[in-house]
């Protein structure tokens, strides 16, 4: 794709207005998977100043996603009257013994989708089936999902339900910055989550904990545009919230999606793998729409697995560890042999390591 | 279920892992590591010779010491839908085999067909098949000799899947392996990635996307007939990047050569049309399947000779000079970014999968 947006000229151009504004180490972390991905993909850290350290944050939804929901998708998805749908990258995520490909090789209906529309239009084709949706993911897919759960209401849908959670971005961002351990300075919001939900909610928490934050794009370009204006702030000493995605993201947001989201699900406290409990950093369907929550409707609400105490993973998602410094990285723990989420997913930190590493 | 080694190593705790050893998975057949894993751990101890170990797209062999030697291949051949832009299971089904032989230096002359039809399949789609197959075995040149028809109960295929053998024949003084590349080589692709695999995917109709790629499906061996006239002693290696894509081919001559690849992703041709998709998808073009791609490793002194004449043959127009061969690090990958990093390129882990955002 020949945008503006990867010009090598361009981009060089960023690094070298970072390279002149930094005259001291920075810990900057990125909050989106989609962005550690871009960084890895495009060999990005070797050509920032070595004062800039980049932290890949918890924004892939396929990593964060808690033990317990992952098996509950598992136990779903065992059952002859579903089919099961999900998006790809979660058909490798371990549960405690298994994950979802062992499970299809099994005789389990486990299909790819991109959407939850097209898990709905698979569930108006196969009334006598039992058609269930993995709704994972951020801000960022909340609002497709609650259309899909709607629509199935339109359309008066008996067989359609969501395996739903939702994680959100800023109760995680306190978490990081309420950890005794953090190290991080200054962060790179993530620009597709701000897309949905704007960046109102973030000039409190910047104010709070006195960290400068960038809403940050996934090109190349913008993520040098997002880490120049990080290093800026943090060099000037100002704390604000300043917006590096101008062409898609707006301060309020887009008010259909962020309606849609309200209408159909709540608050809640979630789960993150790797991390545990973050109060309120989750949403559920709201009690109306509760015949579409496949927890309820398969009864799987009592699978509550332990989850190991020890993995880095959380330290990882954290940004307190990097995948290499993790004892399993490269050896036991390859993309193909994942021990953990985060070597699971393409947007995984450990596994874009693995794929990207430098050379 | 295999725990591997982490329970030595201290500080690991993560999820366990899971190797798939006690059962086949889809990412067994996905032509990268898994697929290798389930060779080196299954099918080469328990078939071991010499001509298996070589490790290359054809086993090659002499009938006898000083005699004219051969190459000789199997694939099997199994896609969803059966019919899609620029081909079908027929014509992959000949081109497969016929390129599993070409790139070996051989001279494609007989394959033999294996036919397992699922009941119920339409006698039409068979005549459709058969039809381009010999239309395929034509444009190479080629001989379909001896074949066998098996019907399994509806439920037990998924329609027709077609295994096909080739012999070939290769010329005195070829010697074309990917055990072959060399420091200084210079890396030549025939011409864009990626579009056999996103014209079956589009065909699939799985996802709403409108696309007008067609799959790349060729027979290769007059493409390599015509740039071994040009410069046969001085063509290395030449393979056929098919499942796992080009980055899971070059890692695998870099490891059988032992040497380091270094490729530059501005002069790697990918279509607008297939990048596009692949934006979308979170796909790495580098990863997606070709089915009539040539990669051409030679001296560098004949590197213009050979990429000349490859434009003048039939699949070869696009040819273009996309890295080089150094000696360290040895059987790594490795590629300068669009905007100037660099990062190693490993091969294909299991299954593609789209990401979620």
Same mark, same amino acid.
């Given at each position: ?359 | ?200 995917? &589009?065909?699939?109709?799985?996802? $709403? /996307? ?6 790349? @499906? !060729?027979?290769?061996?007059? =493409? *390599? %007939? ?46 607008? &049309?297939?990048?596009?998709?692949? $934006? /979308? ?6 990863? @997606? !399947?070709?089915?009539?791609? =040539? *990669? %051409? ?61």
């Amino acid at each position: 794709m020949f945008t503006p947006y990867r010009s090598p000229s361009l981009v060089q151009a960023t690094l070298a207005e970072i390279r002149q504004a930094t005259s001291q180490p920075w810990v900057i972390m990125e909050i989106c998977g989609g962005q550690t991905h871009a960084i890895l993909r495009y060999g990005m850290e070797q050509l920032l100043p070595p004062e800039t350290e980049l932290v890949h944050g918890p924004g892939c939804p396929v990593c964060v996603t808690s033990l317990d929901l992952i098996e509950k998708a598992l136990a779903i998805a065992s059952d002859p009257q579903v089919i099961f749908t999900s998006y790809g990258d979660m058909l490798r995520v371990p549960g405690v013994d298994r994950d979802l490909f062992s499970v299809r090789a099994a005789g389990g209906d486990i299909r790819v989708v991109y959407s939850p529309l097209d898990a709905l239009r698979i569930a108006q084709q196969n009334p006598h089936k039992q058609v269930v949706f993995f709704a994972i993911g951020f801000e960022t897919t909340a609002p497709a999902n609650a259309m899909s759960v709607l629509q199935a209401k339109a359309l008066g849908l008996k067989n359609y339900s969501a395996l739903v959670s939702h994680v959100c971005v800023p109760p995680a961002l306190s978490a990081i910055l309420n950890s005794p351990a953090n190290r991080v300075q200054g962060f790179l919001l993530a620009g597709h989550v701000c897309a949905v939900m704007g960046y109102h909610q973030y000039p409190s928490l910047a104010e709070q904990y006195r960290v400068p934050m960038v809403v940050t794009g996934f090109e190349p370009l913008d993520i040098a545009r997002g880490i120049l204006e990080t290093v800026k702030l943090l060099e000037s000493g100002r704390v604000e919230v300043r917006n590096a995605y101008e062409r898609v993201v707006t301060f309020e947001g887009n008010h259909a999606a962020q309606e849609a989201i309200a209408r159909v699900f709540e608050p809640c406290d979630r789960k993150w793998r790797g991390i545990g409990a973050i109060p309120l950093s989750g949403w559920k369907l709201r009690p109306e729409f509760q015949a579409y929550d496949a927890e309820s409707r398969f009864q799987v609400g009592s699978i509550q697995p332990e989850e190991s105490p020890l993995c880095i993973a959380g330290q990882i998602l954290q940004g307190l560890k990097k995948p290499p410094q993790c004892p399993a990285f490269g050896r036991a723990c390859t993309p193909e042999h994942p021990l953990g989420a985060t070597m699971v997913s393409s947007e995984g930190a450990c596994a874009a390591y693995y794929h990207y590493p430098a050379s | 279920m295999t725990h591997d080694s982490t329970s030595n190593l201290p500080g690991a705790a993560c999820p366990l892992p899971l190797a798939h050893t006690d059962r086949i998975v889809m990412g067994h057949g996905s032509g990268g590591k898994m697929s290798h894993d389930l060779i080196a751990r299954l099918f080469i101890p328990a078939f071991d010779n010499p001509i298996l170990r070589a490790g290359d797209d054809a086993g090659v062999f002499a009938a006898s010491k000083g005699t004219a030697r051969y190459a000789l291949t199997t694939d099997c051949h199994v896609v969803t839908p059966l019919f899609f832009p620029g081909g079908d299971i027929g014509r992959l089904a000949v081109c497969g085999t016929v390129n599993d032989l070409a790139v070996m230096g051989a001279t494609p002359r007989y394959l033999t067909a294996g036919f397992i039809l699922e009941e119920g399949l339409e006698t039409a789609v068979l005549e459709q098949v058969v039809r381009s197959m010999q239309a395929a075995a034509a444009e190479a040149g080629i001989q379909i000799v001896a074949g066998d028809t098996k019907v399994v109960q509806k439920g037990s295929a998924d329609g027709l899947f077609i295994t096909t053998s080739g012999l070939g024949t290769i010329p005195e003084g070829i010697h074309i392996s990917g055990n072959n590349a060399r420091p200084g080589d210079v890396v030549i692709l025939s011409g864009p990635v990626g579009d056999h695999g996103i014209a079956v995917l &589009a065909a699939r109709g799985e996802i $709403e /996307m409108e696309t007008d790629v067609q799959s790349d @499906v !060729a027979p290769l061996n007059r =493409l *390599v %007939a015509a740039l071994l006239a040009a410069a046969a002693p001085e063509i290395h290696v030449l393979r056929d990047p098919t499942r796992g894509g080009l980055a899971t081919t070059l890692n695998e001559i870099a490891r059988q050569s032992q040497v380091c690849i270094h490729l530059n992703e501005a002069s790697i041709p990918v279509r607008p &049309a297939v990048a596009a998709v692949c $934006e /979308m998808l979170g796909f790495d073009p580098l990863y @997606v !399947a070709n089915e009539g791609k =040539l *990669v %051409a490793i030679v001296a560098p002194g004949q590197a213009e000779a050979v990429l000349s004449a490859m434009h003048q043959a039939p699949y070869g127009a696009e040819a273009v000079i996309i890295g080089e061969i150094t000696a360290a690090p040895n059987g790594r990958v490795l590629m300068k970014t669009a905007i100037g990093g660099t990062r190693i390129v490993d091969m294909l882990a299991g299954e593609m999968l789209p990401r979620i955002c």
